[in-house]
């Protein structure tokens, strides 16, 4: 959330609620409800570390609204941001390790714990079709980001597949 | 909603000890080995599954493409696997529409004709097949492009012709083989989106594909490992709020 909202202060200078609204505007159903008060939490923390400042803005009856931009220190670190790679996704390892584990414990069956998986990522795919469905289609970063999660998860299922094959040679 | 029947109703399709054994060079290949399915009116049943799982070999012996070695086959609670040759293909005209992966449109017909020719060889009237297409292919956006060749055509463009000719005889069943097996990201979501639409009218469909994305719009999914069925989940109508994917992103911290 950090680097987010700095990136997005790098446009100008924003308040809270503003901020809220331009990730609801980015990101679309595929990240549904920014919680406002983890916003207000995380600017209070920015401003902290002098990553950027706020100021007071006074309303005609409303009370002061603080409107916060980027300090120098915070765009060294948005430029840090950019430059650094992240790490890979990785495989699930609590239920790999469920599926190493299971035939020695003899409390599971293996392909049993496969089929079981298999339906709930079925079910999470299938949440994501509607998902992509029910999106705006001109928010192209929203559709990005919902086929990234619907890859990723046909890579998970391929490999259930690929265990299921292995596993049921055996028997 | 669609006024289909509902869960009492007769099975559209129903296998019972479905086997098929190829006999091609070496080892005799067990492509399905016992299977028994009933498919319900209005549902959208997708088979998935490793290639080689025999998952076509299944859905060709359930549009009466390939003969079963053992089993049986009903269509609408009628006996169908000891059907003649000539009896399937008039009843795949009436009552079974297939789609498959490379289309398999009639190459020296124009796209209207295509559309148009199962319909008058089910004996419609040539105004009435003429109607059914134009109305087909304007749903399918495919509006201005009855006189194209299918060569002239997009691979995503072929596949809705292809869907516009299984369902010009509005048949009870659709059968579809890897409808999206050789399209782009982009076709294969407009079949996704076209399957499910007509699904939503009541079309019963059963679906073959390795793609789960694609498997997902369907409201039941088999898993087909090695010629059987390994599971048979019914997938849930709306995502449980508040875990999975309510964000599919999740910003810490």
Same mark, same amino acid.
């Given at each position: ?113 496969? *089929? ?6 079925? *079910? ?48 | ?104 449109? %009639? ?6 004709? *295509? ?52 369902? %010009? *005889? ?84």
């Amino acid at each position: 959330m950090r680097l987010p909202l700095l990136a997005l202060l790098a446009r100008g200078p924003a308040h809270g609620y503003e901020l809220k609204q331009d990730l609801e505007q980015l990101l679309g159903s595929a990240y549904p409800q920014p919680n406002v008060g983890q916003i207000y939490v995380t600017l209070g923390r920015l401003e902290k570390s002098g990553l950027i400042e706020g100021e007071d803005v006074e309303q005609s009856s409303r009370p002061n609204k603080k409107v916060y931009h980027l300090t120098d220190a915070g765009r060294e670190a948005l430029h840090a941001w950019f430059e650094e790679t992240e790490d890979e996704p990785r495989v699930r390892d609590e239920f790999f390790m469920k599926l190493a584990l299971a035939p020695q414990t003899g409390l599971a069956d293996q392909i049993a714990l496969i *089929n079981r998986q298999r339906r709930q990522y079925l *079910n999470t795919m299938r949440s994501l079709s509607k998902l992509a469905a029910a999106e705006d289609r001109d928010n192209r970063m929203a559709h990005l980001l919902i086929e990234g999660a619907m890859l990723h998860l046909q890579a998970d299922l391929d490999w259930l597949e690929r265990c299921q094959e292995e596993l049921e040679e055996l028997e | 909603m669609s006024a289909t029947p509902g869960d009492g109703s007769a099975p559209v399709l129903r296998a019972e000890g479905l086997v098929k054994t190829h006999h091609g060079e070496g080892a005799p290949a067990h492509a399905v080995r016992g299977v028994d399915l009933s498919v319900r009116r209005g549902e959208f049943v997708a088979v998935t599954g490793p290639s080689g799982a025999g998952k076509s070999t299944l859905l060709h012996l359930l549009g009466g493409l390939q003969r079963p070695d053992e089993g049986s086959i009903w269509l609408d609670e009628v006996r169908a696997d000891g059907w003649s040759e000539a009896r399937w293909a008039v009843e795949r005209r009436k009552r079974i529409g297939i789609v498959f992966q490379f289309f398999n449109l %009639v190459s020296n017909l124009s796209v209207a004709d *295509n559309v148009e020719l199962p319909a008058l060889l089910a004996g419609l009237p040539p105004k009435r097949a003429r109607a059914e297409r134009e109305a087909l292919l304007g749903e399918l956006g495919l509006a201005g492009k009855e006189r194209s060749m299918p060569g002239e055509l997009s691979g995503g463009e072929q596949q809705r012709v292809a869907l516009a000719r299984a369902l %010009v *005889n509005h048949p009870p069943l659709l059968l579809a083989d890897e409808p999206a097996g050789s399209l782009d990201s982009k076709g294969t979501r407009e079949v996704m989106r076209l399957l499910s639409r007509f699904h939503q009218r009541g079309q019963t469909i059963v679906l073959v594909t390795h793609d789960a994305r694609l498997a997902s719009a369907a409201d039941r999914v088999i898993s087909f490992f090695d010629g059987r069925i390994a599971d048979d989940a019914t997938l849930e109508g709306t995502p449980a709020r508040g875990k999975g994917i309510s964000g599919v992103l999740e910003l810490r911290d």
